[in-house]
């Protein structure tokens, strides 16, 4: 579904991407784990369209993706980013509506309908105003945002970033109803032990550069992981 080849990307002079070469099969969530400044957040921009590229290349179901964000959406793909980024003087309801500019009518009601199935907690704080949502709640209002479009890959960065360890557990739950839902994951976290456990393929960066990939099952067995990401 998503093929990256050789991807280089700068900020001025100072290179954050080099060479990165990932790709994701339709229905799996792959991880993309490191420190940070290793490059993460800039690989995701690079696809949803906020980060121009230096070099390489960037094919979504077989086709170079647009260069616009807007088109990029309507090509299937979202960018739900790191901080949540809600709009705290909406309420939950039009958080959402805004989420789904794509669709008007009948469509729009019904990708709502699936949003608070998949989101209770959000059909109940429907009326109140994003900024007085608890953290965990806004993430989950970022991602039922993003979901709004009807995706078939969502890029998510750092979800579980501030979030208490009960409530990163629910957001985990989360990603893998959406991954049941057909819709492809690409995962930037810096709990490395949360993201290998959940993803099919995974990917190390560091300095820009992709240090290590296999499955989840073999980071987390690999030594040099352990050490740098699971604390031995």
């Given at each position: 579904m998503l093929?990256i080849?050789?991807?280089?990307a700068?900020?001025?002079?100072?290179e954050?991407?080099?060479?990165?070469?990932?790709?994701?099969?339709?229905?799996?969530?792959?991880?993309i784990?490191?420190?940070n400044g290793?490059?993460k957040?800039?690989?995701l921009?690079c696809?949803?369209?906020q980060?121009?590229?230096?070099t390489g290349a960037?094919?979504?179901?077989?086709?170079?993706?647009?260069?616009?964000?807007?088109?990029i959406?309507?090509?299937g793909v979202v960018?739900?980013?790191?901080g949540?980024?809600?709009?705290?003087?909406?309420t939950?309801?039009?958080n959402l509506?805004?989420?789904?500019?794509?669709?008007?009518?009948?469509?729009?009601?019904?990708n709502?309908?699936?949003?608070?199935?998949?989101?209770p907690?959000?059909e109940q704080?429907?009326?109140?105003?994003?900024?007085?949502?608890s953290?965990g709640?806004?993430?989950?209002?970022?991602?039922?945002?993003?979901?709004m479009s009807?995706?078939?890959?969502?890029?998510?960065?750092e979800p579980?970033l501030?979030?208490?360890?009960?409530?990163?557990?629910?957001?985990?739950?989360?990603?893998a109803?959406?991954r049941?839902q057909?819709?492809?994951?690409?995962?930037v976290?810096q709990?490395?032990l949360?993201a290998?456990n959940i993803c099919d393929?995974?990917y190390?960066?560091e300095?820009?550069r992709?240090?290590?990939?296999?499955?989840?099952?073999?980071?987390?067995?690999?030594?040099?992981v352990k050490?740098?990401?699971?604390?031995?």
């Amino acid at each position: 579904m998503l093929k990256i080849k050789n991807l280089s990307a700068s900020y001025g002079h100072i290179e954050a991407l080099r060479d990165v070469s990932i790709e994701a099969e339709k229905g799996q969530i792959v991880s993309i784990i490191g420190s940070n400044g290793a490059g993460k957040t800039t690989l995701l921009r690079c696809i949803s369209g906020q980060v121009k590229p230096t070099t390489g290349a960037i094919e979504f179901l077989g086709e170079p993706l647009p260069a616009k964000v807007h088109q990029i959406v309507k090509k299937g793909v979202v960018h739900v980013p790191e901080g949540r980024r809600t709009f705290s003087g909406l309420t939950v309801r039009d958080n959402l509506l805004v989420g789904g500019y794509l669709f008007k009518g009948k469509a729009l009601e019904e990708n709502l309908k699936k949003c608070y199935q998949l989101f209770p907690i959000l059909e109940q704080r429907k009326g109140q105003y994003a900024g007085t949502l608890s953290g965990g709640e806004q993430q989950m209002l970022a991602i039922a945002r993003g979901l709004m479009s009807n995706p078939k890959l969502i890029l998510l960065d750092e979800p579980s970033l501030g979030l208490a360890p009960i409530i990163v557990n629910q957001v985990y739950e989360l990603i893998a109803q959406i991954r049941e839902q057909g819709i492809t994951v690409l995962l930037v976290e810096q709990n490395a032990l949360k993201a290998l456990n959940i993803c099919d393929r995974a990917y190390v960066l560091e300095n820009g550069r992709i240090a290590l990939s296999g499955t989840g099952c073999e980071l987390l067995n690999s030594d040099k992981v352990k050490k740098a990401y699971l604390g031995g």
